[in-house]
């Protein structure tokens, strides 16, 4: 028997630069058939991408998945608010750290998982300043150099 496929299907490259990711989660999410064969063609973007608590809840906000063209009338709306599914502990857990100490939820990657599921990656987060993006690009690039100098000299 063939191993899945489990490659990422979007990534929010611009999530880990921009926020301070404090703990992740793995986040079921319902859709429509439609978006799940535009999933598996490998069409979205989460990059723009964020999550609200909403009637006792959390949905997943500007979230584009593209029409499924085969589907005809029976299409999807692209950018359609769709429910994230986690357990009501980690939804309460989630929702206290929004509300109280002003964190935010983000979405930093779709896929599928290995028993073909898809699955979205999100991460509660506290929104990083310009000092600590440019220490970011500064750490970033000194272990670039140190990677090269220790093969060049390795």
Do not use: C
């Amino acid at each position: 028997m063939s191993k899945p496929d489990t490659r990422p299907i979007a990534l929010n490259r611009r999530a880990r630069y921009d926020y301070e990711i404090e703990d992740s989660f793995e986040a079921g999410i319902m859709l429509m058939g439609s978006e799940v064969k535009s999933l598996r063609l490998g069409h979205a973007n989460i990059a723009e991408s964020y999550v609200s608590p909403e009637n006792d809840g959390l949905w997943l906000i500007n979230a584009d998945i593209p029409q499924y063209a085969p589907a005809n009338r029976f299409n999807h709306e692209p950018r359609r608010h769709r429910k994230l599914l986690l357990k009501k502990r980690e939804i309460n857990r989630l929702v206290g750290a929004v509300t109280r100490e002003g964190r935010t939820i983000i979405a930093l990657k779709l896929y599928f998982n290995d028993r073909g599921i898809a699955k979205l990656e999100i991460g509660l987060a506290k929104g990083k300043k310009n000092i600590d993006k440019r220490q970011t690009i500064k750490d970033r690039e000194w272990n670039k150099q140190k990677s090269r100098l220790m093969k060049d000299h390795g």
